[in-house]
């Protein structure tokens, strides 16, 4: 027990000069990451960008061209899966179709040989823990997709494992019920209080449920934070762009707006859009005018295409509580301002 729980550093995965090449291909080029325990920790990126390759490594299903991997603060790098505190839920599920509800999360249990009280006890734990209570006796095909998706999650759990890793856990689901599992998944996660590490190219899934984010771009991670500092402060213009509308701003209207060159990115809910002859911007306030292209209704919102006189081309998104007392559609062609706080303008790099 000692050497248990002097093991335990507060990082459950550290990842030191990650890398793996097959072949000619370099998937990952060099990954240093460090998740605490007990956080739900997010990889998002695009498809072909190495999470998953990544995951795997953690899991030990490859092993790196080079670098370490770390769980509880110990090398584990030449470690088999078998032998890491780490359990893997595949997208697919891959639940054993001929075995019941219980008997799918007993089984890892009964192939270490733990004794049948316990075995019966720890599985009806974790699937109490899923909220599948009641569901034992059933068979996977007799379930619907976001239950199977518990059984794979309670058959992992029931190992008490350090991490939990997941590769698109809710990928197989349709979106209503992806909506529900996104908040069923972290509540179940704040209740077991075990990491989880997930794999997902969905953006609104990874800033929904994650404590931080890992942004990957071909093989490596262009910024690492909370959801709300990934999309209120995007990095670089790759993570503004693939997390939520880029809304660049550079050169010429950087110049034109700040006095300076540069790029900087503000989100489309931050801009307001005003008729240009009304509503001068305050101190802490830029703007910038510009010709609306576009007009899009979308029920609460409405959203503006305005291309600016230095020819960037700016979204804003407005609330509709907020323009309702404007003739909205009749906006298109018109000549506006859009408006912005300062402190809602991010410099981006590269
Ligand atoms: P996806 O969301 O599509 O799963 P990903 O971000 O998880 O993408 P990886 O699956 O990690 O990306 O793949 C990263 C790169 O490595 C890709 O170019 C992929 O084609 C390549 N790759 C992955 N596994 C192998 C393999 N076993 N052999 C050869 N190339 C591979």
Redesign the pocket.
């Known amino acids: 027990v000692t050497t248990a729980v002097s093991g335990r550093d507060g990082r459950a995965v550290s990842l030191r000069g990650l890398r793996k090449s097959?072949?000619s291909?370099v998937?990952v080029a060099g990954v240093d990451l460090d998740v605490a325990d007990g956080e739900f920790f997010a990889m998002l990126?695009?498809?072909?960008?190495?999470?998953?390759?990544?995951l795997r490594m953690i899991a030990g299903f490859e092993s790196p061209t080079a670098g370490a991997v770390e769980l509880g603060g110990r090398d584990v790098t030449r470690l088999a899966p078998f032998e890491r505190d780490v359990n893997t839920v595949f997208q697919d599920y891959a639940l054993f179709p001929h075995m019941s509800v219980l008997e799918n999360v007993e089984y890892g249990l009964r192939v270490k040989r733990v004794p049948k009280a316990e075995r019966r006890a720890r599985a009806m734990e974790a699937l109490a823990s899923v909220r599948l209570d009641g569901f034992e006796k059933r068979r996977p095909a007799q379930l619907s997709g976001g239950q199977r998706q518990r059984v794979a999650l309670a058959r992992a759990l029931v190992n008490r494992p350090r991490v939990l890793l997941l590769d698109e856990p809710l990928g197989a689901l349709d979106l209503k019920l992806r909506e529900e599992m996104q908040v069923e998944l972290k509540a179940i996660q704040r209740e077991v209080g075990i990491t989880f590490v997930f794999?997902t190219?969905d953006q609104e899934e990874a800033l929904t449920m994650s404590d931080r984010v890992a942004v990957?771009n071909a093989?490596a991670i262009e910024q690492v934070g909370t959801p709300a500092e990934i999309y209120e402060r995007p990095a670089t213009a790759f993570v503004a762009g693939f997390v939520g509308t880029s809304n660049l701003i550079s050169g010429t209207t950087a110049r034109a707006v700040l006095g300076k060159e540069g790029t900087f990115s503000v989100r489309p809910e931050k801009l307001r859009v005003v008729l240009d002859d009304a509503d001068v911007a305050g101190s802490d306030e830029h703007s910038a005018e510009g010709t609306v292209s576009e007009v899009v209704y979308a029920g609460p919102a409405t959203r503006f295409v305005v291309d600016l006189d230095t020819g960037t081309r700016l979204i804003a998104l407005q609330q509709n509580q907020e323009v309702s007392s404007m003739d909205v559609m009749g906006l298109r062609g018109r000549r506006v301002r859009l408006v912005w706080q300062r402190r809602h303008e991010f410099a981006i790099t590269s």
Not at 45 to 54: A, L
């Open positions: 097959f072949g291909v998937a990126g695009p498809s072909g960008s190495g999470k998953t390759t990544v794999v190219h990957f093989g």
